[in-house]
Nanobody, 124 residues
C-alpha cells in the first residue's frame, strides 16, 4: 500500500502561480506514474498531468505550457508548478499513484492510491 500526502494549493488571482507537492510512502516500488487529477463537477476525475518513474510526462491539453511537473525518485516526491492560472483551473486536485501497466494508461482503474485532495481556487 502507498500513502500520499499533499500540500500546497490555495487562493490566487488569475495569472498567478501556485505549487502543489505530494510525498509518497509505503510500498513505493509498486507504483510507476504519479501525478494529479482534478474533480470535474458531475463527472469523473480527469488527468491533469503525470510523470512516470522514467520521467515521461503527459499533460492535459488545457494545461500544456502553463503547468510543469517534477519528480524526485529519491525523495518520492512530485511537485506541480502551476503558472498563468485561469479561473477554470479552480478545482480540487488529487495526487495519484498508479500501478505498473504493460502500456501507458491514465485510466482511473490503474490508480492504486489517492491523496486527500487540495483546493485550488483562481479568482478572476
Amino acid at each position: 500500500q502507498v500513502q500520499l500526502v499533499e500540500s500546497g494549493g490555495g487562493l490566487v488571482q488569475a495569472g498567478g502561480s501556485l505549487r502543489l507537492s505530494c510525498v509518497a510512502s509505503g510500498n513505493i516500488f509498486s507504483i510507476n506514474a504519479m501525478g494529479w487529477y482534478r474533480q470535474v463537477p458531475g463527472k469523473q476525475r480527469e488527468l491533469v498531468v503525470d510523470v512516470t518513474r522514467s520521467g515521461d510526462r503527459n499533460y492535459a491539453e488545457s494545461v500544456k505550457g502553463r503547468f510543469t511537473i517534477f519528480r524526485d525518485n529519491v525523495k518520492n516526491t512530485v511537485l506541480l508548478e502551476m503558472n498563468s492560472l485561469k479561473p477554470e483551473d479552480t478545482d480540487v486536485y488529487y495526487c495519484a499513484a498508479r500501478r505498473w501497466t504493460l502500456t501507458y494508461s491514465s485510466d482511473l482503474s490503474t490508480v492504486s492510491s489517492w491523496g486527500q485532495g487540495t483546493q485550488v481556487t483562481v479568482s478572476s
